[in-house]
């Protein structure tokens, strides 16, 4: 087939002062492009074919460039052209029928074209197969058919490590044998794709069938195209292959951004790890695979843990443990943790290093993970949980090992999302240490800087080596009910005074065995302007302990069977514009008492409101009175503050085990009810029942 270039010339008869010299040549096309096959005889499907194109030409003497291509083949097949841009191109039939092949040779200016046919026969009687060996990298696409019918035949040989940088497809039954601590490695820009059969897998073997013959298949190839469906890789993770920390049989390698999705899988036999994905590379199962007889079976990192299918399977694995790594976890879509629920196997989770959630993270029932060695997992600002489980299956955070005081950090909420709950859930040995933006040791910690919040139900928090639950101030628990605390080395609930108020929508908490069984209020201030806020009484025994000194800027109004107990030298003190209502019945007081039973240990009740509606009823304030109250320069259980008018009505109280007063007044600007030195008991009071202004 010839390009022909017509060249239309019009000559113009009458041209004025022109000489022969004017005339311009019109370049042609002298190029001539002539293929041919160097195969004589008969072409067998399985055949090597070399195409030839040196006989073509350029008339002129000038450079020129080949390129190859295929413009028909036979129905399924999958042969490229291999050097496609050389003189000599090949290609291995893998269908019978007729293959048309075009040769284009071209320059700057002008280009040829010519065809030829390859038909190509089914052998009747072919030569007998050899194992093909693959002892070269691979830097062009390769397709690798089916050599033997018997399953139990090696069809192709990997004799040292070889690199695919090109795209590489896999036939069904294939069987690719390895030799001793040799590798795979798919790099960028490579590809591997494996063609699924129903019943056909592709296999990945040693070439001795023995655990950790041969390192592994490792992507490190960032392509969307890398997929491995159906297939069985055995005998591998005998030692750590490049790019890789860890050995395993199938390895997703973070130098290339690796990348693969695997589906209907089995991967056997290894002396490691079964999988392991390191941080930054991406991998997802689309259906479930099944991990048997491994040493290991999983490492991955927590982001990649929702693509764990929770229908896998694992069968008799040494160690029936997924590793996951601590990682940033920050995704477009919400990231989903579940159970497995189709392994024959009691599977752990082990979570190593810190989890950073900066998007949507969702735990489903039954989800257990096991924290190492000061873990935690940290919802930032931008993220947020949600943790539902159910009170058949709830979701659990052990601790790797038990350890009597903490072993891992705990969880830290600094989102203010109203969709961060935990729901029953068990968090067990957290504590270990102060985790980032907390003050205190705590298994649950939400940051006041961004307001956090969180709800939470039917959960049960135990053997923390500092508080339960912690909650700056400026952060908010959402609601809370049914929640049990046991045995945890600090306070059960430790929280600002303005949070105190969620508790009267606890219709049921538990407190057993903790350093402070109840809830302990930080240093702050109530302000909660033109509100009446209503703390309630803890029941079971359980109180308040106040750390810090705690101020009353709005309306407190104190249930019956309240008890406060008071950190050394703390102050209670109702400010302006704040006012206090603390009535007790007969048979339930309200107590504010020191933390520890010994006389003067607190500092006492300062009030500096003018309210009418201070009250204090059926009332005990003991083992106050340890130094001279600000603003009423006197040390006393109960002072009125005269530079603001100070006043309140007290009956039916009992003052008691203080270094100083029972009640002073510091100037005759207070007030307070007239009967009030008959109708309240007074005793062991080292300056006296009262000062007088």
């Known amino acids: 087939m010839k390009t022909k270039i017509i060249i239309l010339s019009i000559f113009f008869l009458m041209f004025i002062g022109c000489s022969d010299d004017d005339n311009t040549e019109i370049p042609s096309n002298t190029l001539k492009a002539d293929a041919f096959s160097e195969n004589q005889g ?36 999958l042969t490229e052209l291999t050097e496609e841009t ?61 050599v033997f019918e018997d399953p139990n035949k090696i069809d192709y040989l990997v004799t040292g490590d070889i690199h695919v940088s090109a795209l590489l497809t896999i036939d069904p039954s294939v069987v ?84 693969l999705t695997l589906v209907s899988s089995i991967i056997q036999n290894s002396a490691a790890y079964a999988v392991a994905i390191e941080v930054g590379a991406k991998w997802n199962t689309e259906s479930f695979n099944v991990y048997r007889n491994n040493n290991k079976s999983i490492q991955l990192p927590a982001s990649q843990l929702g693509s764990l299918s929770s229908l896998s399977e694992f069968q008799n694995n040494a160690e029936n443990i997924i590793d996951v790594i601590g990682d940033r976890i920050s995704t477009s879509q919400e990231t989903v943790w579940s159970d ?119 959960t049960k928090i135990m053997a923390s080596g500092g508080n339960g639950i912690y909650v700056e101030n400026g952060a908010e628990l959402v609601r809370i009910d049914e929640i049990r605390f046991h045995e945890n080395k600090g306070s059960a609930i430790t929280m600002a005074a303005n949070q105190v108020k969620k508790l009267n929508d606890a219709t049921g908490m538990e407190f057993i065995g903790n350093g402070h069984n109840g809830v302990e209020i930080l240093g702050s201030a109530l302000f909660e302007p033109n509100v009446e806020t209503t703390w309630p009484a803890l029941h079971f025994g359980a109180t308040y302990l106040v750390s810090g000194n705690l101020g009353i800027q709005s309306g407190l109004k104190i249930l019956p069977g309240a008890v406060f107990k008071f950190a050394e030298d703390k102050m209670f003190g109702v400010f302006p514009y704040g006012y206090l209502i603390a009535q007790g019945t007969p048979n339930n007081k309200i107590v504010f008492t020191g933390a520890t039973a010994s006389k003067g240990f607190w500092n006492g009740i300062r009030i500096q409101s003018d309210s009418a509606k201070n009250i204090m009823e059926y009332t005990e304030v003991l083992y106050a009175g340890k130094t001279e109250m600000p603003g009423v320069s006197k040390i006393t259980s109960i002072g009125l503050d005269g530079d603001y008018m100070g006043n309140l009505t007290i009956k039916n109280s009992k003052i008691a085990h203080g270094h100083g007063y029972g009640i002073a007044f510091e100037n005759r600007n207070t007030s307070i009810n007239p009967d009030f030195n008959m109708v309240n008991l007074f005793e062991d009071l080292s300056l006296g029942d009262i000062s007088l202004p």
């Open 42 to 77: 008969d072409i067998y499907a399985g055949q090597a074919v070399i195409l030839n194109g040196t006989k073509s030409t350029d008339k002129a003497g000038k450079p020129f460039q080949y390129l190859w291509r295929f413009k028909a083949k036979p129905s399924g097949s």
């Open 176 to 259: 690719i044998a390895f030799d001793e601590n040799t590798a795979m490695y798919i790099d960028n820009p490579g590809a591997i794709i494996t063609t699924a059969a129903a019943s056909s897998f592709i296999t990945f073997t040693g070439k001795n069938k023995v655990p950790g013959y041969w390192k592994g298949l490792i992507i490190n190839s960032n392509s969307a195209l890398n997929k491995l469906d159906r297939v069985t890789i055995e005998y591998a993770g005998g030692a750590i292959a490049q790019g890789m920390e860890v050995a395993t049989s199938l390895g997703l390698d973070n130098d290339g951004r690796g990348q």
């Open 86 to 146: 050389t003189a000599k191109p090949k290609f291995t039939p893998d269908k019978v029928g007729n293959y048309s092949v075009e040769l284009k040779i071209f320059n700057t200016e002008f280009y040829d074209t010519d065809e030829l046919t390859i038909l190509v026969k089914e052998d009747e009687n072919p030569p007998e197969q050899e194992t093909i060996i693959i002892s070269e990298n691979i830097t062009a696409r390769r397709h690798l058919a089916n």
């Open 340 to 458: 497995l629920y189709n392994s024959s196997e009691n599977m752990k989770y082990v979570v190593k290093g810190t989890i950073e959630v900066v998007s949507g993270l969702r735990i489903l029932e039954g989800l257990e993970l096991y924290m190492d060695r000061d873990s935690e997992i940290n919802i930032t600002q931008k993220g947020y949980i949600i943790a539902l489980g159910s009170p058949q299956y709830p979701i659990k955070f052990h601790s790797r090992e038990f350890f009597d005081g903490g072993y891992w950090k705990g969880i830290s909420i600094m989102s203010n999302d109203m969709k961060n709950e935990l729901d029953n859930v068990e968090i067990h040995n957290a504590g270990s240490e102060i985790m980032d933006g907390m003050q205190f040791k705590t298994a649950v910690g939400l940051g006041g800087a961004n307001e956090a919040k969180l709800k939470l139900f039917s």
